[in-house]
């Protein structure tokens, strides 16, 4: 590996080669536990972005429900309105016969 550094020919100049390679490994490992902490949140973080976007494609559905209810709604007052109009014009049609009639 090449960030091991060369072994030393004289043992007093071997212990700190070993404890840097050490040192190296063990960082390595504490990087290699991180990396799955990180991947386990990454997952997790999914989970719930899905989670919330299934709630929202559920509220964007009770929205569009609620959106043609109060179009027909809308198109069922307009139809009220032009039957009222319909009855109040006949409704004076009838009184202006009656009252022709009675004269």
């Known amino acids: 590996i090449s960030t091991w550094p060369e072994i030393p020919e004289t043992e007093q100049q071997l212990l700190p080669a070993v404890h840097t390679a050490v040192s190296c490994w063990m960082a ?3 990087n290699e536990e991180s990396a799955k902490e ?6 997790q973080l999914r989970l719930k972005i899905e989670d919330q976007l299934e709630g929202l494609q559920k509220i964007g559905e009770l929205v569009n429900l609620k959106d043609n209810e109060c179009k027909e709604l809308k198109q069922k007052l307009e139809t009220n309105e032009r039957e009222s109009s319909a009855l109040k014009a ?14």
């Open 28 to 30: 390595s490992v504490k």
């Open 38 to 43: 990180l991947i386990e949140s990454e997952k």
């Open 90 to 103: 006949s409704v004076a049609e009838l009184t202006q016969t009656t009252s022709l009639e009675s004269k």
